[in-house]
């Protein structure tokens, strides 16, 4: 059977669109023409970034969305779609960093990070994908981490919670084979975004230091939140009939002088 080229129209829902990736993300695939609706707590950044769109020519909304309530997450597609149509791309990126060992944790700071990026992410896929799949297509991107390659001390729930991620989408790819809808995890590794700017400094340090000595700090180059939203445009752009399943994106270290001088 011969697939259907995607609809000139493919609204995008951005879960986490108020800073870091998920607003790169808006903002990049608005200007390729897609309609965006920007999706997060802090609905003051979501608007700002949503007037910045449209100044520029781009179609946005914004819509208030905390992924640990079931009825905003429902509340927060319904509004989207009234805005700009059924949603044709989703990106869930919401999510935050608490850190430390993980015998000092408590179960309930654990199970808070377990709930934003994993549970919540699957909140936001059960509200949306149904309708792709009555529709006969549709694209759900998934922000991972390389943690779950390379997991990192002082993030125990973290990197629980993106293997949780990787579980999943490798269980719904099995069960949304020959629907025409298509999941994809995106795997970053370090990047520069505002999660984790609220960490005390000394809890950070000692965390940097352990990954030194376990060799999990390579170097000191970064990615930044572009790169990331380049990525998720590639997956989404994708003819149907074919399907980017994993994408890990790594940051390059420093050019040595030698490779600098070529």
């Known amino acids: 059977m011969t697939f259907i080229p995607h609809p000139d129209r493919r609204p ?62 429902v509340d927060c597609v319904a509004k989207a779609e009234a805005a700009l149509g059924p949603i044709e791309v989703t990106v869930a990126g919401a999510g935050d960093l608490a850190i430390g060992l993980s015998y000092e944790v408590t179960s309930e700071e654990f199970a808070s990070q ?16 149904p309708g792709m799949i009555e529709r006969g297509r549709g694209d759900f991107v998934f922000i991972g981490s390389d943690v779950v390659l390379h997991p990192r001390p002082w993030s125990s729930a973290y990197v629980a919670a993106k293997a949780g991620i990787d579980g999943l989408v490798a269980t719904v790819q099995l069960e949304l084979e020959g629907t025409g809808v298509r999941a994809s995890v ?7 975004t505002g999660m984790g700017m609220n960490l005390d ?13 376990h060799g999990l700090a390579r170097h000191g180059n970064f990615l930044a939140p572009e790169h990331l939203a380049q990525g ?31």
């Open 12 to 73: 995008v829902l951005v879960a986490g669109a108020s800073s870091g990736i998920g607003a790169a993300t808006a903002e990049y695939l608005a200007a390729a023409g897609y309609p965006v609706a920007l999706a997060a707590r802090r609905i003051d950044r979501l608007q700002e970034l949503a007037d910045k769109i449209t100044a520029s020519g781009g179609e946005a909304v914004a819509v208030p969305l905390d992924v640990t309530d079931e009825q905003s997450v």
């Open 201 to 213: 400094q000394e809890s950070t340090e000692a965390m940097l230091n352990d990954w030194i000595k």
């Open 186 to 192: 995106i795997r970053p590794g370090q990047t520069i």
């Open 232 to 262: 998720v445009a590639a997956i989404v752009a994708m003819p149907r009939g074919a399907h980017m399943r994993v994408v890990e994106i790594e940051a390059e270290g420093a050019l040595n002088k030698k490779g600098s001088d070529a």
């Open 114 to 129: 377990v709930n934003i990026h994993l549970v919540g992410a699957h909140r936001i896929y059960r509200a949306v994908v």
